[in-house]
């Protein structure tokens, strides 16, 4: 009978191994605690909106704010009040909002796939200062640009009408950016070629086989327009006097500054409550969207 001699040279490759393996398991519980502490950090606001919302005007000052009141669930006469308070106002609001998303973010990420594959596909002369354009316009906040779009938009008559909210959402640098790097490698050159050896247009060939290739892409592209353009606050804060062509987030902020004065307490309520239905329809668009999201990110995995 033999027996096996560990060497010390397979010694220590062993306690290199359970030390790996030790430091490997530490760090998977350092991530696990650092997701739950951001998952925690992300959720409890809208916790505190769900258990403020169901809370009657007198309950929001007396009960802790991150549990249902013992009193009245007053979540559905709440709901009723924001819609019926001040002759259905945020009603109005709200149809200004989905006016606002469904053509500046809509109209944004047209042209993003439009200039994005039109930039990937396409040589042409100036195609390196287009790129350097773009970047420039990535790194410039949009709050900078905020005051210049609002003296140009004044020239124009424009100021006050829900032109000076569209227009400038239409312009999506990072949109643009991000559909161009993404149409450069979605899309064969080789399939473009055959497309047009069967005597297909430019237009019919990008949209009957570009932008099915292209749909993750868009997808992440108006996603990040639809947020953008559903929390803009600066911009329509500057550039809309009138109330009825308030978004969301301005109105919501004037009924804020309302609770703040004497006598305006009695809509707080209401503000917590709009709060909460005015992050519902992102979690939707989210939630519908996210199937051809993860799609697209597992497309690139698969090798036929």
Same mark, same amino acid.
């Given at each position: ?75 559905? $006469?709440?709901?009723? $009040? ?223």
């Amino acid at each position: 009978m033999t027996t096996a001699v560990q060497t010390p040279a397979a010694n220590k490759q062993l306690t290199v191994t359970q030390k790996a393996r030790r430091k490997k398991r530490q760090g998977s519980v350092v991530l696990t605690v650092l997701t739950a502490l951001m998952a925690l950090y992300s959720l409890v606001p809208l916790a505190w909106l769900i258990f403020n919302s169901s809370k009657t005007q007198g309950d929001l000052f007396t009960s802790f704010g991150l549990w249902f009141s013992d009193g009245h669930f007053a979540l559905w $006469d709440n709901i009723r $009040d924001t819609f019926t308070y001040n002759d259905g106002i945020f009603l109005r609001w709200f149809g200004n909002t989905l006016l606002y998303v469904v053509v500046g973010a809509g109209g944004a990420t047209l042209l993003a796939a439009l200039a994005g594959y039109g930039l990937a596909k396409f040589s042409f002369v100036g195609k390196r200062a287009v790129f350097a354009i773009v970047l420039g316009a990535v790194a410039v906040p949009g709050t900078a640009l905020a005051v210049p779009t609002f003296l140009m938009f004044s020239k124009l008559g424009l100021t006050n009408t829900p032109w000076a909210v569209i227009i400038p959402s239409l312009i999506s640098p990072f949109g643009l950016y991000l559909m161009w790097t993404f149409a450069s490698q979605a899309i064969p050159d080789e399939m473009l070629e055959a497309a047009r050896m069967d005597g297909a247009g430019e237009f019919r060939t990008f949209f009957r086989i570009s932008v099915p290739l292209l749909a993750p892409g868009i997808v992440t592209v108006a996603l990040f327009s639809i947020v953008a353009t559903w929390n803009n606050y600066f911009l329509p804060l500057i550039m809309l006097k009138d109330p009825d062509w308030y978004p969301l987030t301005v109105g919501l902020n004037a009924w804020n500054a309302q609770s703040t004065t004497a006598g305006g307490e009695a809509v707080y309520n209401l503000v917590i409550t709009g709060s909460l239905l005015t992050i519902l329809p992102l979690l939707a668009a989210f939630l519908l969207l996210q199937r051809y999201w993860q799609s697209g990110l597992s497309a690139g995995s698969v090798k036929e």
